[in-house]
């Protein structure tokens, strides 16, 4: 049985053609082309590279970028402040603050300052908590992306054995509330788990989520499982061993897969919010 390889470069642009009529339909009713605002405070060389592609994404399909540059030394009320001004401005519509900020800032208290009817990125703790009950909400992009990636597929999930290995509030958390959501029965595991090669053999769905190198091991992956790669390190490597992917009936592909889907579904969260409060 030949892999099904889930070609996020392909799906998301399939949907940044269709988010770009959206965008032409909502300018030419209300006459205002939504803004998305990225924060990005310090040097970090690739965060300034995650702020650009997302620039070139809104470009792409309509959306005007708006670049939040806040020097090293910002304080935790500083950037609030920052915050504040762009939860009051009429013309812009999402905001992103870019991960991970300087460690003098309580991220989490500026993450939650950002409007929850703003907060395209899922990133708050009220919408972690509306998408862990089942509502409708903005989601966390990679997760996500992840889940619309899976159902453009016919991935089924619901009843099947599903595996998160990784627990961050922005990925391995989420992902695995919005599988439950899907009926798929759940494990996360973590740094602390025990017997974790056995755990992923037993299971149809892997997500991995780990943020290490290869860590995941190709012997690990059931014949026939569905593999979900989260990672990115330099190389093109992912947090799975590729050798992985021949024992799949479906995997994404370390780049081309998640990637590209997580700066989408932002797009989409986007314009989801202008068309929810302009149309």
Same mark, same amino acid.
């Given at each position: 049985?030949?892999?099904?390889?889930?070609?996020?470069? @392909?799906?998301?642009?399939?949907?940044?053609?269709?988010?770009?009529?959206?965008?032409?339909?909502?300018?030419?009713?209300?006459?205002?082309?939504?803004?998305?605002?990225?924060?990005?405070?310090?040097?970090?060389?690739?965060?300034?590279?995650?702020?650009?592609?997302?620039?070139?994404?809104?470009?792409?399909?309509?959306?005007?970028?708006?670049?939040?540059?806040?020097?090293?030394?910002?304080?935790?009320?500083?950037?609030?402040?920052?915050?504040?001004?762009?939860?009051?401005?009429?013309?812009?519509?999402?905001?992103?603050?870019?991960? !991970?900020?300087?460690?003098?800032?309580?991220?989490?208290?500026?993450?939650?300052?950002?409007?929850? @009817?703003?907060?395209?990125?899922?990133?708050?703790?009220?919408?972690?908590?509306?998408?862990?009950?089942?509502?409708?909400?903005?989601?966390?992009?990679? !997760?996500?992306?992840?889940?619309?990636?899976?159902?453009?597929?016919?991935?089924?999930?619901?009843?099947?054995?599903?595996?998160?290995?990784?627990?961050?509030?922005?990925?391995?958390?989420?992902?695995?509330?919005?599988?439950?959501?899907?009926?798929?029965?759940?494990?996360?595991?973590?740094?602390?788990?025990?017997?974790?090669?056995?755990?992923?053999?037993?299971?149809?769905?892997?997500?991995?989520?780990?943020?290490? %190198?290869?860590?995941?091991?190709?012997?690990?992956?059931?014949?026939?499982?569905?593999?979900?790669? @989260?990672?990115?390190?330099?190389?093109?490597?992912?947090?799975?061993?590729?050798?992985?992917?021949?024992?799949?009936?479906?995997?994404? %592909?370390?780049?081309?897969?998640?990637?590209?889907?997580?700066?989408?579904?932002?797009?989409?969260?986007?314009?989801?919010?202008?068309?929810?409060?302009?149309?």
């Amino acid at each position: 049985m030949e892999s099904i390889i889930l070609d996020g470069k @392909a799906v998301s642009a399939k949907l940044e053609s269709e988010l770009k009529v959206r965008v032409e339909n909502i300018v030419a009713k209300s006459g205002i082309t939504p803004v998305l605002a990225t924060i990005l405070v310090g040097e970090d060389p690739s965060s300034k590279v995650y702020v650009n592609m997302k620039g070139n994404a809104c470009k792409r399909i309509g959306l005007t970028p708006r670049k939040v540059l806040l020097p090293e030394t910002t304080t935790t009320e500083e950037l609030k402040n920052a915050i504040h001004q762009l939860n009051e401005d009429k013309d812009v519509f999402g905001i992103l603050l870019q991960h !991970p900020v300087p460690r003098q800032i309580n991220e989490r208290e500026c993450f939650d300052a950002i409007d929850p @009817a703003k907060d395209v990125d899922g990133v708050t703790a009220t919408g972690f908590g509306m998408m862990a009950l089942g509502e409708k909400v903005f989601v966390s992009a990679t !997760p996500g992306g992840i889940l619309y990636l899976l159902k453009q597929y016919n991935i089924q999930l619901a009843g099947k054995r599903a595996i998160v290995i990784g627990r961050s509030a922005i990925l391995g958390k989420p992902v695995a509330m919005l599988l439950l959501n899907e009926n798929a029965t759940v494990t996360i595991c973590h740094s602390k788990s025990e017997n974790l090669p056995e755990l992923v053999r037993e299971s149809d769905i892997v997500v991995a989520a780990v943020g290490k %190198p290869d860590f995941v091991k190709a012997d690990w992956i059931r014949e026939g499982a569905v593999l979900v790669d @989260a990672g990115y390190h330099p190389g093109g490597i992912g947090d799975v061993e590729k050798s992985a992917y021949a024992k799949t009936s479906a995997y994404t %592909p370390v780049p081309g897969g998640v990637g590209p889907m997580t700066i989408v579904t932002l797009m989409r969260q986007t314009v989801e919010a202008a068309e929810k409060a302009l149309l």
